[in-house]
């Protein structure tokens, strides 16, 4: 069955960075886009960026563009998402996500909380 | 950027039909997915392209999408339907997805 599971997230101070990654398991991972979409405690869901089967095509929502770089290596079936510049307002769950038809997401990982505070 | 506009609450009394808006200019020239997040756990999909559900999501939920508003529709409602739901597109202007604010559903 699909697996994703995301790990390396925790507590950082404000300009500090976090390297996030995401295990998958269960499908095909060089066939699929897969995404990083965040949620803020008690807020809804953002989506961070996306990157291509290949990894040649990436895109990334204005609030983290220049900051944080989304990656893949398909030989490990592992996402990444370099977190730098780290602000107050990234604190979050953040979920990677199989990217399915029309750019919808049909599986999650169970997330992983960064927290940005002094 | 394009927007997307849900109303922040629903309610609905059980064995009810519940009907949750995704406002959007246009949206029903794009495709509409919608998720179900319960308090603590990852989102589930329950709908994509506008109406299609993915196996194992029950009949019961069923979409629509035309002019400037999708709706996610729950019948026969469930204490188990409580969740926040969300639609989402994809904004081919600017390659993005975008992500309604969220409705909380809430069975009375």
């Known amino acids: 069955q699909v697996q994703l599971v995301e790990s390396g997230g925790g507590l950082v101070k404000p300009g500090g960075s976090l390297r996030l990654s995401c295990a998958a398991s269960?499908?095909?991972?060089?066939?699929?886009?897969m995404s990083w979409i965040r949620q803020a405690p008690g807020k809804g869901l953002e989506w961070v960026s996306y990157i291509s089967s290949s990894g040649s095509s990436i895109y990334y929502a204005d609030s983290v563009k220049g900051r944080f770089t989304i990656s893949r290596d398909n030989a490990k079936n592992s996402l990444y998402l370099q977190m730098n510049s780290l602000r107050v307002e990234d604190t979050a769950v953040y979920y990677c996500a199989r990217v399915a038809a029309e750019y919808s997401s049909d599986y999650w990982g169970q997330g992983t909380l960064v927290t940005v505070s002094s | 950027s394009y927007v997307l506009a849900q109303p922040p609450s629903v309610s609905v009394a059980p064995g009810k039909t519940a009907r949750i808006t995704c406002g959007g200019n246009n949206i029903g020239s794009k495709s509409v997915h919608w998720y179900q997040q319960k308090p603590g756990q990852a989102p589930v999909l329950v709908i994509y392209y506008d109406s299609d559900r993915p196996s194992g999501i029950p009949e019961r939920f069923s979409g629509s999408n035309s002019g400037n508003t999708a709706t996610l529709t729950i019948s026969r409602v469930e204490a188990g339907d409580e969740a926040d739901y969300y639609c989402?597109?994809?904004?081919?202007?600017?390659?993005?997805?975008?992500f309604g604010g969220g409705t909380k559903l809430t069975v009375l």
């Open positions: 269960g499908f095909t991972f060089s066939d699929y886009y």
């Open positions: 989402q597109v994809w904004d081919s202007s600017s390659d993005h997805v975008v």
